[in-house]
């Protein structure tokens, strides 16, 4: 069956813009993360899903992060006036449950720069 | 709150084996550990639960002291493949999920 999809793999922005990543998770997982990963790193926890609701947020680093999954599936991570700071792989996990007990299934990412 | 990992890297030769080490300054409720390599995303090797519950791939091994709040990966008989960056995450509290520090490993012929 098809894994967890991001759109797009590459996205160059300036700084001041705003970016919208989507993540499309594995058919009937319920949960749904969103990580980001600067070089080096390993991947940092911003926000957490459990159906349509924002089960856990406190991983995103300010106000100008927003994330939606209005409908259980699709899930899109907003970023308004970008940074250079900003700028990482952008990773989603999608779960069959709870992602903290269960396997967590990564797509490729979304390689995020901010000129 | 993000745990630790040590080594931070390690090379072996083919047919070596290798523990990879994940300690945290919390209480865990499970210890996940994944595989990634260069410019992939990380792939999942094992989870182990409060109570001894594992689920993972036959040819590796972890264990997990819920006391010491730490967990190691045993890898054997280590094969080319085996070479990546190897992250433990664990649950802390609620839902947050943090990974650690990662390890390099290089697994050379």
């Known amino acids: 069956g098809a894994g967890v999809s991001q759109t797009p793999s590459n996205k160059v922005t300036e700084k001041g813009k705003y970016v919208e990543l989507r993540c499309d998770p594995i058919?009937?997982?319920?949960?749904l993360y969103w990580y980001r990963q600067s070089l080096g790193q390993g991947p940092e926890f911003l926000i957490y899903?459990?159906?349509?609701?924002?089960?856990?947020d406190s991983g995103l680093p300010n106000d100008r992060f927003f994330a939606v999954r209005p409908e259980g599936s699709v899930s899109t991570l907003k970023i308004q006036r970008t940074e250079r700071g900003d700028s990482a792989v952008y990773l989603c996990?999608?779960?069959?449950?709870?992602?903290?007990?269960?396997?967590?299934?990564f797509g490729p990412g979304t390689r995020l720069t901010v000129l | 709150q993000q745990p630790v990992q040590s080594p931070q890297a390690v090379i072996l030769r083919e047919g070596e084996d290798a523990v990879i080490n994940c300690s945290s300054s919390k209480a865990l409720y499970s210890v996940h550990w994944y595989r990634q390599k260069h410019g992939e995303a990380p792939v999942f090797l094992m989870i182990l639960l409060k109570g001894g519950e594992q689920k993972g791939h036959e040819k590796i091994s972890a264990s997990f002291n819920e006391k010491k709040q730490q967990s190691s990966l045993y890898l054997t008989a280590s094969q080319l493949s085996y070479s990546g960056t190897y992250f433990c995450g664990t649950e802390i509290s609620g839902n947050q999920f943090y990974f650690g520090t990662g390890t390099s490993l290089t697994v050379i012929p």
């Open positions: 899903f459990q159906g349509t609701g924002a089960a856990d």
């Open positions: 996990a999608s779960s069959l449950n709870r992602g903290t007990i269960n396997e967590q299934f």
């Open positions: 058919s009937g997982h319920t949960a």
